[in-house]
């Protein structure tokens, strides 16, 4: 965890590097309801062709865990990419869940768990949500 540590006297000092913070792990759901990961998020996760995601809920709260692993099974969603963009069909999912990301902004802060990654079967992340109200598109007419 610590990056540097040093016996001073009777204490142990541990350097905490600003470099492990560096990276904000984020996620969004499109109107579309995929879920589509940042640039900098598939970076740290590693994501590539044979990659898959696969979902878990907390029963007494409601949190989400995002799984990343590397062979498909029946409880994973394909990890698709267009264009270097990297995102997870989970519409359904979300319908299901209740997430109404039609009318609100819903995004996801990432935070690694690899204190769950054996009990999951992958690389683990908490999936900590921010909501807010989508700004109304408005429509523009042109008289001609």
């Known amino acids: 965890m610590c990056i540097f540590a040093e016996?001073?006297?009777?204490?142990?000092i541990n350097i905490i590097s600003a470099k492990r913070f560096a990276t904000k792990l984020k996620a969004t759901i499109q109107r579309s309801g995929r879920l589509g990961l940042t640039e900098e998020t598939a970076r740290y996760m590693n994501l590539a062709d044979g990659k898959y995601a696969k979902f878990a809920q907390d029963d007494e709260n409601g949190t989400l865990y995002l799984t990343i692993i590397d062979k498909r099974n029946e409880d994973c969603f394909d990890i698709r990419s267009s264009s270097g963009y990297y995102f997870i069909p989970t519409k359904m999912m979300f319908d299901s869940l209740g997430v109404d990301y039609e009318k609100n902004v819903v995004m996801f802060d990432l935070v690694r768990k690899p204190s769950?990654?054996?009990?999951?079967?992958?690389?683990?992340?908490?999936?900590?949500?921010?909501?807010?109200?989508?700004?109304?598109?408005?429509?523009?007419y042109i008289d001609k």
């Open 7 to 12: 016996k001073i006297g009777n204490m142990a």
């Open 116 to 140: 769950l990654d054996e009990t999951l079967g992958g690389q683990v992340f908490l999936m900590k949500s921010r909501t807010s109200k989508r700004k109304d598109k408005k429509e523009e």
